[in-house]
């Protein structure tokens, strides 16, 4: 699958091009692999998104998917919301994620 263009963060330049494919498809090409719990945060988000415009800070995410904010980030072994975002087809998140 051919990958669209992504940013210097590895980013979707054009959001509407995202599919699960193409999220799928981004994180092979980054050497991550996507496991169920990872998609769920990754659908979650981006329902988040779709109803009140905005990526949320780690802790209203962790909030709004009942989950340990220290699991998500052990599970990720990152700043969260930046992964999820990104194969999310989602904005940058801003400030401390």
Known sequence: MEIPQRDGDG???????????????MAEADGLALNEVKWTHITKAR??????GVVPPI????????ADQKEIFKLWMTGPMKPITKYGGLPKPTGCV
């Not at 802790?59 to 009942?66: D, G, L, W």
């Open 59 to 66: 802790r209203k995410f962790a909030k709004y998917v009942e």
């Open 47 to 52: 329902e988040y998104y779709e109803a009140f």
């Open 11 to 25: 980013y979707l330049i054009e959001r509407d091009a995202w599919t699960p494919e193409i999220a799928q498809a």
